[in-house]
């Protein structure tokens, strides 16, 4: 009888959920509340003043304040079904200008995140299965996150890709090949190559331009690489709370370092990895822990997508064998005149 009664106070919230999401989105207001910057004016007038050259301040971060997630349109299959789900608290635009740095484990000076307030963030993939399983969890919980991909699983994997950016994640890049940039043969050349041919090849598999967002590999923050990145305008990852589930022994080892952690922190970038089993297998009960905890989801955007470099962008076609026509989308080749 209470499950009966549990179903039917469901299937109405269910229902009032779908109803509010139609009227919001069919509602004239609907283009008046799609969230507004409040950005630092000083960064925008330095911006504005010297086009193209990284500034020195890093307080150019411009943070959308209080506003909620846009609605999702009802034509999205992925209205939230959840009642009870962790959803997304707050969506920040982040303008990239002069590249800089997030994680007080490397950075402090941006210090955005109110108490309570996470960013997840994985790295590493795609993968198959264990990407799949990731989106599952975080789309259940109608919640999003940054993913850095390796631009090598991205040109083995481009559909799995595809899926996280049609999910609604922010796709940043990860180098080409994990390599360490911070070892003493890594040169400068190196460094850009396996940085910019990382950002071709995700915006490869995307077929779109990825996020100025890039994460080091094993947060090995090598000095000229810090500065190529800022000369690019990247924002750089490093992270607030290392779950290190890469060497977890099982899901409950993951969920415990994170909750022991954040629980002493307070706040903070979470750095998983989209790559692993035992993440994907955590993440459903990691994310109904941060919602019991009381902890809240910051979403995390770039002002404006990349622009990768064209002699990588071919290089990389030509490596692949991909026909050039297969880089266009369908819609620019394909077009439907009458019906
Ligand atoms: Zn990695």
Redesign the pocket.
Known sequence: MRNALGLMLASVGAAAVIAAVWFWTSSPRVELAAPGTVSAPLAERLAAATPGKPLAARDDVATTAAIPEKPIAPSQKSACANPDALGVARVVVIDTTGGPGFGFEHFKQLDFLADKEVVLTF??GPWPGNTPAVLKALDDECTKAVF?P?GKHATYHPEILKQVAAAGHTVGA?TWS?ANLNTKKMTEQLAKDEIEKGYSAVKLALGAAPSPFF?F??LQHGPAAMAYLASRNVAIFSCDLDSFDFRAKNPEQIINTVMTKLDKQGKGIILM?D?QKHTAEALPVLLRRLKAGGYKVVQMKAKAPLQTLAEYDEALIKDMKVPVASTRPVSSVVQTVSE
Do not use: L
């Open positions: 790295d590493d850095f390796i990860h994990h994460r590999p094993e990895h790559f």
